[in-house]
């Protein structure tokens, strides 16, 4: 099982990113997928999931109507976009896949907004 995040790296505030998690080993189509974020210090964030099954998204209050989280299950990719950022939204971003016993992760993509 492998899941390789890209795509983070500097943008302004106000900028936008679009973040990719490249999936291998298992059945990415009918998973659960989410995005986290985490900067030091401070726990885990599940920013964005989507279905396996029928595609329905969820967003955390905090970037609801500015990320949008989107899957392309013929390339095994997931995706984050990241418009109108936020100084706040710099962190270490992870994908994950819900699995049994352990769910999986990447080894995350850093975002820093700055100017």
């Known amino acids: 099982v492998q899941l390789v995040e890209s795509g983070g790296g500097l943008v302004q505030p106000g900028g936008s990113l679009r973040l990719s998690c490249a999936a291998s080993?298992?059945?990415?189509?009918?998973?659960?997928m989410s995005w986290h974020r985490q900067t030091p210090g401070k726990e885990r964030e599940r920013v964005a999931s989507i279905n396996g099954a029928d595609g329905t998204t969820n967003y955390a209050d905090s970037v609801k109507g500015r990320f949008h989280i989107t899957r392309d299950n013929t390339k095994n990719t997931l995706y984050l976009r990241m418009n109108n950022l936020r100084p706040e939204d710099t962190a270490k971003y992870y994908c994950s896949a819900m699995a049994y016993p352990s769910d999986y992760w990447g080894q995350g993509t850093q975002v820093y907004v700055s100017s």
């Open positions: 080993g298992f059945s990415f189509g009918s998973s659960h």
